[in-house]
């Protein structure tokens, strides 16, 4: 997933696409203690995108509080 996907999205949605992310996250830190993680460069991807979202979601509540 890229920035120009997730800025043409409402916040509503950026907050669930948050919420799956922080979802898969937990699911994969479970895995890797566990020993049953594959593919461990998996959670670097999920959690640079965490940050992506909370970005794109900070940026677009600037935006809105400097048009009101």
């Known amino acids: 997933m890229n920035a120009t996907e997730l800025r043409?999205?409402?916040?509503?949605?950026?907050?669930?696409?948050?919420?799956?992310?922080?979802?898969e996250a937990f699911n994969l830190r479970f895995q890797q203690?566990?020993?049953?993680?594959?593919?461990?460069?998996?959670?670097r991807a999920v959690r640079r995108d965490v940050?992506?979202?909370?970005?794109?979601?900070?940026?677009?509540?600037a935006d809105a509080a400097q048009e009101a």
């Open 8 to 23: 043409g999205k409402t916040p509503d949605e950026l907050r669930e696409q948050l919420t799956q992310l922080k979802k």
């Open 33 to 43: 203690a566990t020993n049953q993680l594959e593919n461990t460069a998996r959670m």
């Open 51 to 61: 940050a992506r979202v909370n970005t794109i979601l900070n940026e677009k509540a």
